[in-house]
Nanobody
Framework: VQLVESGGGLVQAGGSLRLSCAAS????????MGWFRQAPGKEREFVAS????????YYADSVKGRFTISRDNAKNTVYLQMNSLRPEDTAVYYC??????????????WGQGTQVTVSS
């Protein structure tokens, strides 16, 4: 199984970025997909998740109303649209996959991460 993130970069506060995660080696439509992030010196934290058909989504309070998770099962890809970015959003963003619908349960597969840096 491979999860490959892309789309990270440097952006000014208030700007936008769209992250993508391409999955291979798994039956994508049967997996819940999620995004996590880890800032320097901090623990990795949940950002958002989306269920198999895309009908259910969950967000961390810190990103609600600014970030949108979506998926394209035909392309085996999950996205994270990030708007109104803040310096505190700076982190390495990771894509993850699991079969369990509870985003608090352990995630099975992880990507390598993509760096997002928001300048003030």
């Amino acid at each position: 199984v491979q999860l490959v993130e892309s789309g990270g970069g440097l952006v000014q506060a208030g700007g936008s970025l769209r992250l993508s995660c391409a999955a291979s080696g798994l039956t994508f439509s049967t997996y819940v997909m999620g995004w996590f992030r880890q800032a320097p010196g901090k623990e990795r934290e949940f950002v958002a998740s989306i269920h198999w058909s895309g009908g259910l989504t969950y967000y961390a309070d810190s990103v609600k109303g600014r970030f949108t998770i979506s998926r394209d099962n035909a392309k085996n890809t999950v996205y994270l649209q990030m708007n109104s970015l803040r310096p505190e959003d700076t982190a390495v963003y990771y894509c993850a996959a699991q079969r369990n619908s509870d985003h608090n349960s352990p995630w099975t597969y992880w990507g390598q991460g993509t760096q997002v840096t928001v300048s003030s």
